[in-house]
């Protein structure tokens, strides 16, 4: 790639990122459905956003599988995160979400299509992934992977009984 479409990508990511209404703050996308947590920089621009995504899918998935019509069950659920005890276990919910696959068990931190590895390793996704609300209540990433490994969220039954003997 040549340093001209190096520097207008960049010019072109920088418009979005400053020009955007919502934040990304975590997600984890699943076989049948996917999570998002997401910080609303202009009241009610959330709405839009989300009409957005799941248009733009929507049209994706259709075109992919020359199909029409509905791809989603029904409309998004949203919940206002009231405080940060609440942030911090969706956030553990969300990046455990993959252990729902039998193959990701306990190897969730590897899972491609999950905000986590951006979390506790580099972030793959620069401005448009913006964890700093979660990060910032830890001192680092380490200690972020700690609270999600002793996390009850979405923990099996062992491991709850384990995490009830501490």
């Known amino acids: 790639m040549d340093d001209f ?4 990508a960049l010019d072109n990511l920088q418009e979005i990122i400053n020009k955007r209404a919502v934040e990304l703050v975590a997600f984890c996308i699943m076989p049948n459905h996917f999570h998002l947590i997401i910080k ?3 009241e009610g621009r959330l ?3 989300m009409q957005r995504v799941l248009t733009a899918y929507s049209k994706y998935y259709n075109t ?8 989603f069950q029904g409309p998004y659920q949203v919940v206002h995160i009231e405080d940060d005890r609440q942030l911090l276990h969706l956030s553990a919910y969300i990046h455990r979400n993959p252990r ?15 905000s986590y590895q ?3 390793n580099k972030n793959r996704w620069s401005g ?6 979660i990060l910032g209540q830890f001192r680092n990433n380490n200690e972020y992977e700690e609270f999600l490994k002793t996390s009850p969220a979405k ?3 062992e491991e709850l009984e384990y995490l009830n003997n501490l």
């Not at 479409?5 to 207008?8: L, P, W």
């Not at 448009?128 to 609300?133: A, E, F, G, K, M």
Request: aromatic share 16%; hydrophobic share 40%; proline share 2%.
């Open 64 to 71: 992919k599988y020359s199909r029409s019509g509905h791809v």
């Open 5 to 8: 479409v190096k520097s207008r």
């Open 118 to 120: 951006d979390f506790v």
């Open 100 to 114: 729902e696959i039998l193959r990701w068990l306990r190897r969730e931190n590897e899972y491609f299509w999950s």
């Open 47 to 49: 709405a839009v956003y």
């Open 40 to 42: 609303e920089l202009e």
């Open 155 to 157: 923990a099996q039954k």
């Open 128 to 133: 448009l992934l913006v964890p700093d609300i």
